[in-house]
């Protein structure tokens, strides 16, 4: 099959999807704005922009966004160029898609260059999606449709200047984005592409140093799949165990960050068990610690104590197979909805029967991203706000204890003065702080399950404001 029959079996299936993912009246809508779309990308010179405009509309639609972002991802490229003014969409598709393509054309593709010469604002970027979900689903999917092409096409433009910052840039700021509105899909195939524009030669080395080793890793996976699956079925448990793969830019990070090998990063592969309640979550977990043996230390509970996104899962790493495979495996083991939430995130909160519900979910997504937006008299430079938007996604966290009952969530390495800082004080010689009984200065490093206890002149201030950094 050539280049362009591939591309065009993906416009020809794109109707079916349309009809499957929406009512009548909506997959109307984004039909007529794939036709208006066509219709401006007539002849063999135009058919390629076409398919790669057509490829951000099929990213949208496998995050479950609604219509009117998967019409304006068809209607925001043409417009881009000049094949398309605001008037003519808004005349045609109404006031929501015209003033969403309008949002979403204003940024270049490359508006903000590297932490050495930036031309634009990153907090003010941050700040103008604050109030808009759809704005920033939508661009989040123009930015990763532009990354995988540009990374597609890597091979012939080695070296490009141009395609290193916007793979930069991406890195810097949408991955941060996409991290904290919950949309974990789109997270790993931002990083990968970005992986595979600035680093081509690592990343061809790693594609072919990880084929063996995941050959054996999905045989292991299969068995332990149907293993599973049995096991739960035998105990009345209704559950969905599927397979999945860490990113490869995902584990390069962790590699670097631990110092390890790859054959030594535990979640490299694993497996996730989704289960109708809460309930069945730590019943599965019960089962599995009962019949494999644990990895001691990985086990992370973020259903009781939830990621900054939001994001809840419990996580264990088994020895599963001995006879098989000697590496470890990890369990992901949640809900549907916390699963609905972990890999699309807000781009899928339209589809919460409840209206009222979807708003409120929404608004809990912005304020989490408002919270990334220091104040404006906060003296951080460019390259300080990049850092502390990349702290944002490490994956590595601790939980600390404050008191008996309150469970705080902070990044590894956090230290006194950062849990002082987190519970909103600035004067870390105005407070007294004990971990696990005896006081500790500000620069004393918290570990995993410490016991802090915090004195205050002003109870008043123990009022959370965000995560530190």
């Not at 035998?234 to 390069?252: D, N, P």
């Not at 979640?267 to 309930?279: A, H, K, T």
């Not at 702080?433 to 004195?455: F, I, K």
Request: aromatic share 6%.
């Amino acid at each position: 099959m050539t280049s362009n029959d591939g591309q065009a079996s993906l416009v020809n299936s794109f109707p079916a999807r349309v009809r499957r993912a929406f009512d009548r009246a909506d997959s109307a809508m984004v039909l007529s704005a794939h036709a208006c779309a066509s219709e401006r990308s007539e002849g063999d010179a135009e058919f390629q922009r076409h398919a790669a405009d057509h490829r951000v509309a099929d990213i949208l639609l496998d995050q479950r966004a609604d219509a009117v972002v998967v019409a304006a991802a068809l209607l925001t490229p043409p417009h881009r160029r000049g094949d398309l003014t605001a008037r003519e969409i808004t005349s045609l598709f109404g006031d929501e898609v015209g003033n969403l393509v309008v949002r979403a054309s204003v940024e270049p593709l490359s508006a903000i260059r590297g932490a050495g010469h930036p031309t634009v604002d990153p907090r003010r970027w941050l700040r103008s999606m604050s109030a808009d979900i759809r704005t920033i689903v939508l661009r989040v999917g123009l930015r990763l449709g532009a990354v995988e092409m540009l990374a597609e096409g890597a091979e012939d433009n080695r070296g490009d200047t141009d395609q290193k910052d916007v793979a930069q840039e991406t890195l810097n700021l949408y991955v941060p984005l996409a991290d904290r509105m919950g949309m974990g899909a789109l997270r790993t195939r931002l990083e990968d592409a970005c992986f595979r524009l600035l680093q081509p030669t690592i990343h061809a080395e790693m594609v072919k140093s990880i084929e063996p080793i995941r050959e054996a890793d999905q045989i292991c996976l299969s068995l332990l799949e149907d293993g599973v699956a049995q096991l739960l079925d035998e105990r009345g448990i209704a559950a969905t165990v599927q397979g999945r793969a860490k990113g490869l830019y995902s584990i390069y990070s962790k590699m670097r960050r631990l110092d390890s090998s790859l054959e030594e990063v535990m979640d490299r592969v694993g497996l996730r068990v989704i289960v109708p309640s809460v309930e069945a979550c730590y019943e599965v977990l019960g089962l599995l610690h009962k019949r494999f043996r644990p990895v001691p230390g990985t086990f992370d509970d973020y259903i009781g104590f939830p990621k900054a996104n939001g994001y809840q899962s419990l996580h264990t790493c088994v020895y599963p197979v001995p006879d098989i495979s000697a590496k470890p495996v990890e369990f992901q083991i949640r809900t549907e909805a916390m699963h609905r939430e972990a890999e699309y995130g807000v781009a899928a909160h339209w589809l919460y029967k409840d209206q009222a519900r979807a708003e409120a979910e929404n608004e809990r997504q912005l304020e989490r991203l408002r919270r990334l937006l220091p104040p404006d008299e906060d003296p951080l430079g460019h390259a300080e706000f990049i850092e502390r938007l990349h702290r944002q996604v490490d994956d590595d966290r601790l939980v600390v204890f404050l008191g008996k009952k309150r469970a705080i969530r902070l990044p590894a390495g956090a230290t006194v003065g950062d849990l002082v800082r987190y519970l909103g004080s600035d004067d870390d010689g105005e407070i007294r702080v004990e971990v696990n009984g005896r006081a500790h200065p500000p620069q004393y490093p918290l570990r995993d399950g410490d016991t802090v206890d915090v004195g205050l002149r002003d109870p008043r201030l123990l009022s959370p404001r965000g995560q530190p950094g």
